[in-house]
């Protein structure tokens, strides 16, 4: 399977020369215009992330910072036109795994990337009970049978059985479910609980989701 790419370039040649340049090092780039985009797109599997600092609508550290926020652990490469050794201090310190500067050969940022996704390893496979995520796969199963989830319904469950049994704020499963800025209500929140217990009964799970009302809620 390809490693997937998120590349965040506001600047369309070059964005375009990096897709084509990664597809023929074997990859799989999705690409993004802007921070909007990135965090957007982020929802879905990535393997990592290339990213311009000078976006249009915000600074590439800031995005990193959200998508770290937010609960994203692939590596981040950071693109940028400095070469000064305080703007890649600053790439680090916001969560980016890695610093580029323009010019640069596409070999050495396929490169990278590899070594990049290679240092991080498989992602942790959050479980309990009978309960096991594949973060890499975007699969859950609850007593041994495949369970579908959407990808708002996976973020939802990883929080949870992140938690080992700890309470989980509201406003920290918001965080988890949906991208920074989003308008959701307690209401869908609620309902995407519901469908969350729904389909674990469906398949004969013993685990189930408790609420302790106005605070928050447990994986049980």
């Not at 995005?63 to 693109?79: E, H, K, N, Y």
Request: glycine share 8%.
């Amino acid at each position: 399977m390809n490693r997937r790419i998120l590349v965040v370039e506001d600047d369309h040649p070059l964005r375009n020369v990096i897709l084509r340049g990664l597809r023929e090092e074997g990859f799989e780039p999705v690409p993004a215009p802007d921070g909007a985009a990135a965090m957007r797109l982020a929802r879905d599997r990535f393997d990592a992330v290339v990213l311009d600092v000078g976006l249009p609508d915000a600074d590439g550290r800031d995005v990193c910072q959200a998508l770290r926020a937010a609960g994203f652990s692939a590596p981040v490469i950071f693109l940028t036109a400095h070469h000064h050794l305080t703007d890649r201090l600053s790439g680090f310190s916001a969560g980016g795994d890695d610093y580029l500067a323009k010019p640069f050969h596409l070999t050495e940022l396929a490169a990278r990337l590899r070594a990049s996704i290679r240092r991080a390893g498989p992602p942790p496979t959050p479980a309990q009970g009978d309960i096991v995520l594949d973060p890499a796969r975007f699969t859950c199963t609850a007593a041994g049978r495949p369970v579908d989830l959407t990808p708002t319904e996976f973020r939802l469950l990883a929080a949870l059985l992140s938690a080992a049994g700890a309470l989980v704020s509201r406003r920290e499963l918001l965080r988890a479910g949906w991208p920074e800025g989003a308008q959701v209500s307690d209401n869908t929140l609620d309902q995407y609980l519901s469908r969350l217990r729904r389909k674990l009964r469906a398949v004969g799970s013993e685990r189930t989701i408790t609420t302790s009302r106005g605070i928050g809620h447990r994986f049980t």
